[in-house]
């Protein structure tokens, strides 16, 4: 494969042979920002990718994500071709013609789509283009996702190549305290989606399985009492795609493009008339706790074995305390227990978490929220962290 970009793509940062061993490229979906020294550059919004300074010889380009659960690289888009020297090797640039007929598209790996189609990845901030054995590129958490264009395969590459988009297209909900309706699309080859939401403090629901129709579009209900425990205002909605990797066929889990939705709890209902002679007006239930102590590492199976152990003042006001120990997109133990003695030290030994499930060397979030309802936690909470060991 002769991998030559043509003039024009990738906003006028071609060079000709003779001044492309002196490019020094950055994303080119972002000129100027994060700039760093590299001879790839990537556009994010065109889904496109340039190398320049190879040897001549066999190359390969892959496009990588991190693992939601793991944060190991999934391979989500991949090129091989022979490099020459003086010419830059590209992805996603130069449509098949008969002088070039398999142009730069990208490939599908070890992947079997419909029709021997390629997999084009739908490129996005924080993903790493990487030449096996040589340069690697992240792409700045900064970078638009669009200049406009759709994005995905070029004119010509769109018939042998599908475009591999995970994005969540509608988060509704009907009104407040009601669930959250949720819909998108998945890529070609996803074998299942779940659907979780996260708030402006980084507290995230647990997730929910979505239903995934075999054109890849896919619904979801995120009930209303899996989103008690996150505060209202803006909320940001993500995908878990369950995806093979290109190069291995592994199953990974790799985010996608997120939406925002705006959550509130239902207003109080008005407030009765007070009786004809009223007593003194009682004292408002004060709902905050305060005094959270807790390790700062622990060993996963000393977790399963429910001894880490989590200490805090009850405040006044408080029948029922929930203690929920998380990172995003996995909640580990959750525990709903009564309240101790108000103004007293309570402490909760969380049980219920799996020490198969604990990822070692992570960092997990405890928080702690009391509340008059077992089943709404909608006040302030008390936040620490974790290593597990």
């Not at 093979?244 to 239902?266: I, Q, R, Y």
Request: charged fraction near 15%; glycine fraction near 12%.
């Amino acid at each position: 494969m002769h991998n030559i970009t043509s003039p024009g793509r990738l906003n006028g940062r071609r060079v000709v042979p003779a001044a492309a061993a002196a490019l020094t490229a950055v994303a080119l979906a972002a000129p100027g920002a994060n700039a760093q020294t590299s001879p790839i550059a990537v556009d994010v919004a065109q889904d496109s990718v340039l190398v320049t300074g190879l040897p001549f010889g066999q190359a390969k380009l892959q496009i990588t994500r991190p693992d939601l659960r793991t944060g190991s690289p999934v391979v989500i888009g991949e090129i091989s071709g022979l490099s020459l020297f003086g010419f830059p090797f590209g992805a996603n640039t130069t449509a098949p013609t008969l002088l070039n007929p398999l142009g730069d598209c990208w490939q599908a790996g070890v992947l079997a789509l419909a029709n021997n189609a390629g997999l084009t990845p739908d490129i996005l901030p924080g993903d790493t283009a990487t030449v096996v054995g040589g340069p690697t590129y992240t792409v700045p958490a900064d970078t638009p996702l669009s200049n406009g264009s759709p994005g995905g395969p070029i004119s010509g590459c769109d018939t042998v190549s599908l475009f591999g988009k995970n994005i969540v297209t509608d988060a509704q909900f009907s009104g407040p305290g009601t669930d959250l309706a949720v819909a998108g699309h998945a890529q070609p080859g996803a074998k299942a989606v779940s659907v979780f939401v996260k708030d402006a403090n980084g507290v995230a629901s647990e997730p929910v399985d979505a239903t995934l129709a075999a054109d890849g579009s896919y619904t979801a209900t995120v009930p209303v009492a899996k989103l008690a425990g996150l505060a209202d205002g803006k909320v940001t909605v993500a995908g878990d795609y369950n995806i093979p990797d290109v190069a291995t066929g592994t199953l990974a889990h790799v985010g996608g493009v997120t939406m925002e939705a705006e959550k509130s709890t239902p207003a109080a209902p008005p407030r009765s008339e007070p009786p004809a002679n009223p007593g003194p007006p009682a004292a408002p239930a004060k709902i905050a706790l305060s005094g959270l102590f807790m390790r700062s590492a622990i060993k996963a199976k000393s977790v399963a074995a429910g001894k880490l152990r989590v200490s805090f003042i009850t405040p006044t006001g408080a029948q029922f305390v929930r203690v929920r120990l998380w990172r995003p997109g996995q909640t580990a133990a959750l525990n709903v227990v009564a309240a101790g003695t108000p103004g007293k030290r309570q402490t909760v030994a969380l049980t219920g978490a799996k020490a198969s499930k604990l990822k070692k060397g992570a960092t997990y979030n405890v928080t702690v929220s009391a509340s008059p309802l077992k089943t709404m936690f909608v006040g302030p909470s008390l936040r620490a962290k974790v290593r597990i060991r």
